[in-house]
Antibody
Framework: QLQLQESGPGRAKSSETLSLTCAVS??????????WVWIRQSPGKGLEWIGS???????YYNPSLKNRVTISVDSSKNQFSLTVKSVTVADTAVYFC?????????????WGQGTLVTVSS | DIQLTQSPSSLSASVGDRVTITCRTS??????LNWLQQKPREAPKLLIY???SLHSGVPSRFSGSGSGTEFTLTISSLQPEDFATYFC??????????FGQGTRLET
């Protein structure tokens, strides 16, 4: 059973760079899944896809965030990371990592529990 | 971007009720529509995938249907643990995806 666990600083200040990590256990990040995803949820709001990462390093980003976000993989630690530059209060959210369990990459039944990031001005 | 519009945004119901939630997409998505359930302070959980397939371990009172640009989630007989927020998700554009705005189901 694959398990995902997010970690992060909990708080950030406007204009800073935010870094979050998703640790993968129960399987290899390089072979167990088609790709890996970051999704966020602002307080009381819906879900927003941030970006996706294939193990090869190929990434896809939400156009609304593309200029500020980077997703990368560290296979030696079996984890992948999200960096958000120049954060504002609008980046306050619970950040989830997730991965599709099917070979086509369509069905998401593995999620981390989420990590809350609060950005202050 | 493919837009997903859920209706209603909130819904009041009682235990035993039959409930239906609709998700409309801005273009056809070849049936690649998932339904997720989220309870407060928890991650979303997959209920239905590919429009109508019940995920392992999900009670049979949940069902999904639809094609083209209109999809529905039905709960045949509401149980106390079903009061939650429900989201639809399209993965037709995988690895990109979009979500509906959510339907809050409350008593």
């Amino acid at each position: 059973q694959l398990q995902l666990q997010e970690s992060g600083p909990g708080r950030a200040k406007s204009s800073e760079t935010l870094s979050l990590t998703c640790a993968v256990s129960g399987g290899s990040i390089s072979t167990s899944r088609f790709y890996w995803v970051w999704i966020r949820q602002s307080p009381g709001k819906g879900l927003e896809w941030i970006g996706s990462l294939y193990y090869s390093g190929t990434t896809y980003y939400n156009p609304s965030l593309k200029n500020r976000v980077t997703i990368s993989v560290d296979s030696s630690k079996n984890q992948f990371s999200l960096t958000v530059k120049s954060v504002t209060v609008a980046d306050t959210a619970v950040y989830f990592c997730a991965s599709p369990s099917d070979s086509g990459g369509y069905f998401f039944d593995d999620w981390g529990q989420g990590t809350l990031v609060t950005v202050s001005s | 971007d493919i837009q997903l519009t859920q209706s209603p945004s909130s819904l009041s119901a009682s235990v035993g009720d039959r409930v239906t939630i609709t998700c409309r997409t801005s273009e056809s998505i070849n049936g690649l529509l998932n339904w997720l359930q989220q309870k407060p302070r928890e991650a979303p959980k997959l209920l239905i995938y590919a429009a109508s397939s019940l995920h392992s371990g999900v009670p049979s009172r949940f069902s999904g249907s639809g094609s083209g640009t209109e999809f529905t989630l039905t709960i045949s007989s509401l149980q106390p643990e079903d009061f939650a927020t429900y989201f639809c998700q399209q993965t037709y554009t995988s690895p990109a995806m979009t979500f509906g705005q959510g339907t809050r189901l409350e008593t």
